[in-house]
């Protein structure tokens, strides 16, 4: 699990930790915008992928899920896999 962590695209983790502090799903479109706006890959213009395609990415892997009406959730898989990205957030900050 660890090395899918040190694998996952950047986009992709700001995603995750951002559909993680969600109690609910949220709708795609405030997803996007949130992400544009507050997100370092996409604020800092680095990002390979455009918000949607991230989302995208997370669903197509099981990490969130989407409705047909456009509402995304983090799935459990991808809650798990949060937990391993702030312990190595942990680990990189004190070493």
Known sequence: MSNQVFYLPEEAKSALILLSQMSRGERLKNIVKRLERSHRPWTCGKA????????????????????????VE??????????????EVHKQKTT
């Not at 390979?48 to 509402?71: D, Q």
């Not at 983090?74 to 312990?87: A, F």
């Open 48 to 71: 390979e992928m455009t918000p949607e395609e991230t989302i995208e990415w997370l669903v197509n892997r099981g990490l969130a899920t989407m409705t047909k009406a456009g509402w």
């Open 74 to 87: 983090i799935t459990t898989e991808g809650r798990k896999l949060v937990q391993k990205i702030w312990i």
